[in-house]
């Protein structure tokens, strides 16, 4: 290979932080819809998570970018009314929001999901109880949009699977199989299903459906966009793609000039360059990033670029966490330099931050100031009056000579 196109540790972490939307200024006053659709376009896609600690997962990736925005710009795109809506719903990186543009390029993956050659628990289901998921269709068009807690015959709930009855089941595989789709959230982020062409803009569902290989080129554009520079299993995770359609995809966009491999300082593995990323001098961030953040969700990407070892601990006993319960990394400039364990207390109108931890070699001087403007920042952000800072500890100490 040659040196042209070889990178150093450094440049690829200031191409992937580009990459995601941190080598630009945050809107100087109150950010708009049209940033907040930007910003998601950028990424491609926001993982959804029903974990409401600090405040749900969709939400934070923004305010990471955009600072203190108005929140019901996402629920519009998301859940508002077919002139309003901007995204919709699927399992892309887990369950995500993606743009409605991309809708046409997973259609390959819905039907694969109804013809019944996906694997998984929803296929499995759908094996035996193709009559009773017809069934449940037919409520849905009759009746919808529609909850699965609503359905006349639903069933009891059968064990795992976060405790799903047969007929969250049936509804999960018409989702996945682009059958139906969420029309809203409601109560405790509650799923309504309703039928797709009921949901979506007519101008979309027009939208001619590429073939299986041109719609995952261009997922894998998406996601060379959305990393910079990256793996071929980063490229793959980033819309969950199978693992030979993605190398004889790659394939054909390194022969077409879209990516470049390259050797990546510190990396064991190939690299691929988006032939469009940015290649910034400096970066000059400064973000508090939610654990599902696409920064920083693949952990060992994180390691490899930050050399930052993250793992959520929401599921770890309490005696065995060692930063605590829903911790988020904080960036300043272009390193991940501490972490910070977060809770919304909307009772008393309190960020509280039980916790917060440096990285070797960091020190509290440098990072104290910004840290607490940011969490400042969130505490405005969602609406809470009060911030209550650890005393202890070396940022602890230094927030309290700060006063």
Known sequence: MSSKNKIGADLARRIALAAQGFGIERPAGASNLGHVKRTIDRLGLLQIDSVNVLARAHYLPLFSRLGNYDSTHLDGLAWGRNSRRGLFEFWAHEASLLPLASQPLLRWRMARAAAGTSKGKLQEFRGGNAAYIEEVRREVEVRGPIAASELTNGGPKRGPWWGWNDGKLALEWLFFAGIVTTATRRGTFERVYDLTERVLPSEILAL??????????????????????????????????????????????????????????????????????????????RALLAPFDPLIWERDRTERIFGFFYRIEIYTPVAKRKHGYYVLPFLLGDRLVGRIDLKSDRLNSTLLVPAAHLEPGIEARHVAAPMREELRLMADWLGLGHLALPRTGALGREWSRMG
């Open 208 to 285: 001619r459906t590429p073939s299986p290989d041109e719609a995952q080129r261009e997922l894998l554009r998406l996601s060379a966009r959305a990393l910079g520079v990256a793996t071929e299993f980063d490229l793959r995770d980033y819309f969950r793609l199978p693992v030979a359609d993605t190398k004889a995809r790659l394939a054909e966009l390194v022969e077409a000039g879209d990516l470049v491999p390259v050797e990546v300082e510190g990396w064991n593995r190939p690299g691929f360059l988006d032939a469009a990323a940015r290649q910034p001098r400096q970066i000059e961030a």
